[in-house]
T-cell receptor, first 111, second 112 residues
Framework: DQQVKQNSPSLSVQEGRISILNCDYT??????FLWYKKYPAEGPTFLIS?????DKNEDGRFTVFLNKSAKHLSLHIVPSQPGDSAVYFC??????????FGTGTRLQVFP | DAGITQSPRHKVTETGTPVTLRCHQT?????MYWYRQDPGHGLRLIHY???????DKGEVSDGYSVSRSKTEDFLLTLESATSSQTSVYFC???????????FGPGTRLTVT
């Protein structure tokens, strides 16, 4: 039972345009959400997070939006850069010690 | 970057042999986690620790055991390696429960 779903395995975006990565969850107890970026042969790195008391959190070119009623979050990257090409994982937690990760979306930013 | 190292970084072993992977941190974080990453599955939690000698199971704990005798070290042992345990293993640390986790560089394990 996949509690956190990233339905798009891959996304290709032109440099300078917006990248939108999506994530859906099923557990209404989740109250904290995170995005991680992963380059090949490296560990995931924390990118940005959002608490369920907010619907938006911004950090530079990265913005995460949370729609609790739809159980949906998205990561916007504006403008996209070639260095953003990586696999992006969303993760969620709720009143436990654990994070539940999605399966990842591979973003490719081309010139 | 958080001070997390994993050893070995690469290992090839035979089916049926025991294997131990080590995670070492210099951040004095309370929580430590072991994940495996497989295509189509993302990151799945194997075991985690919430303090010295305090551990609990994750979603894919069968065939794995862990130990944490010091704050800085978290060991993952495959009792008797199987081909299904071929994977990339990541260790992560966190200051607080389910807070941001910081990952090590990973260990690529191949079981032949």
């Amino acid at each position: 039972d996949q509690q956190v779903k990233q339905n798009s395995p891959s996304l290709s975006v032109q440099e300078g345009r917006i990248s939108i990565l999506n994530c859906d969850y099923t557990n209404s107890m989740f109250d904290y959400f995170l995005w991680y970026k992963k380059y090949p042969a490296e560990g995931p790195t924390f990118l940005i997070s959002i608490s369920s008391i907010k619907d938006k959190n911004e950090d530079g070119r990265f913005t995460v939006f949370l729609n609790k009623s739809a159980k949906h979050l998205s990561l916007h990257i504006v403008p996209s850069q070639p260095g953003d090409s990586a696999v992006y994982f969303c993760a969620a937690s709720g009143h436990t010690d654990k994070l539940i990760f999605g399966t990842g979306t591979r973003l490719q930013v081309f010139p | 970057d958080a001070g997390i190292t994993q050893s070995p970084r690469h290992k090839v072993t035979e089916t049926g042999t025991p294997v131990t992977l080590r995670c070492h941190q210099t951040e004095n974080h309370r929580y430590m986690y072991w994940y495996r990453q497989d295509p189509g599955h993302g990151l799945r939690l194997i075991h985690y620790s919430y303090g010295v000698k305090d551990t609990d199971k994750g979603e894919v704990s069968d065939g794995y055991s862990v130990s944490r005798s010091k704050t800085e070290d978290f060991l993952l042992t495959l009792e008797s390696a199987t081909s299904s345990q071929t994977s990339v293993y990541f260790c992560a640390i966190s200051e607080a429960s389910a807070y941001e986790q910081y990952f090590g560089p990973g260990t690529r394990l191949t079981v032949t």
